[in-house]
């Protein structure tokens, strides 16, 4: 039985890799992003059969009613998913010393996080009450990312969001998981690596294990589908991020003190 699949910022990156992969699979899309010309024109490069499966949307995962109105027309049209992916973020670099920057910092926390809350709010309700005892109403994916194990210089922003994000998550599976005589809700964590994605190709330093995105989104598709609570992708990258968290205080900073910084970019549309 084919599933369905809603997905944020879908236009691009690992968003349109896992839309490729599950479109691959069968399944119905609803597909997020703000540029829905560039989802219809990904929509056009899939084979023919798979297009009348894919719902496009524009919406901005920074605005609960836009997210809400999208999630409702999809349901209207698709029905209520199986899998919800909140995986729609931004990463730029941002310097404290700069006023300007505070936009930045309130984007990516916006987009990043409140996201992702905007994003699985208008589906738990009913998600919940699907649900049976042994039999999970849905899925909620979070798409966090290694640099939300420790906070990176230069990255301030984009690492407080993602920690976020992994501690909601957290939070969330502990509160909806299924118990005995209780239904609930799978909740599942995944925190990239080095992705080759757009958002990754301009860095200015090393990324170790980089991983094409269509890889990624194939053991993605499989960790989601097996629940697996947290995961990261690749794997070489979960052994440097657990040697990352348990790491001492001074060990880290004095290693990462010179670390290389990801370029600013004050001005987020």
């Known amino acids: 039985m084919s599933q369905t699949v809603f997905i944020?910022?879908?236009?691009?990156?690992?968003?349109?890799?896992?839309?490729?992969?599950?479109?691959a699979q069968g399944a119905t899309l609803g597909l997020v992003a703000r540029r829905v010309e560039?989802?219809?024109?990904?929509?056009?490069?899939?084979?023919?059969?798979?297009?009348?499966?894919c719902h496009c949307y524009a919406a901005d995962v920074r605005s609960a009613d836009s997210m809400r109105a999208a999630a409702d027309s999809f349901i209207a049209t698709a029905g209520l998913p199986d899998v919800v992916i909140a995986n729609a973020g931004i990463s730029v670099g941002t310097d404290l010393r700069e006023p300007g920057d505070l936009k930045a910092f309130a984007a990516v926390m916006d987009t990043n996080w409140m996201g992702v809350l905007h994003t699985f709010q208008p589906f738990?309700?009913?998600?919940?009450?699907?649900?049976?005892?042994?039999?999970?109403?849905?899925?909620?994916?979070?798409?966090a990312s290694v640099a939300g194990v420790?906070?990176?210089?230069?990255?301030?922003?984009?690492?407080?969001?993602?920690?976020?994000?992994?501690?909601l998550m957290e939070s969330l599976r502990v509160e909806f998981s299924p118990r005995k005589n209780r239904p609930g809700l799978r909740v599942v964590t995944i925190a990239p690596g080095y992705i080759r994605t757009p958002m990754t190709e301009h860095n200015p330093y090393p990324m170790p294990f980089l991983m094409p995105a269509d890889r990624f989104a194939q053991k993605a598709a499989n960790a989601i589908h097996r629940g697996?609570?947290?995961t990261v992708l690749p794997w070489q990258m979960g052994i440097v991020a657990k040697l990352l968290h348990v790491l001492p205080r001074w060990l880290y900073d004095m290693a990462f003190a010179r670390a290389p910084r990801k370029p600013r970019k004050p001005e987020i549309s």
């Open 38 to 53: 560039v989802l219809h024109d990904f929509v056009q490069t899939l084979p023919a059969s798979m297009r009348s499966r």
């Open 8 to 23: 944020t910022g879908a236009s691009s990156g690992i968003g349109q890799a896992l839309a490729r992969q599950y479109a």
């Open 124 to 143: 738990v309700g009913p998600m919940l009450a699907r649900a049976m005892p042994g039999q999970p109403g849905g899925t909620l994916v979070g798409i």
């Open 150 to 167: 420790r906070g990176l210089p230069g990255a301030a922003a984009y690492s407080a969001s993602k920690s976020a994000v992994i501690k």
């Open 228 to 230: 697996v609570r947290f």
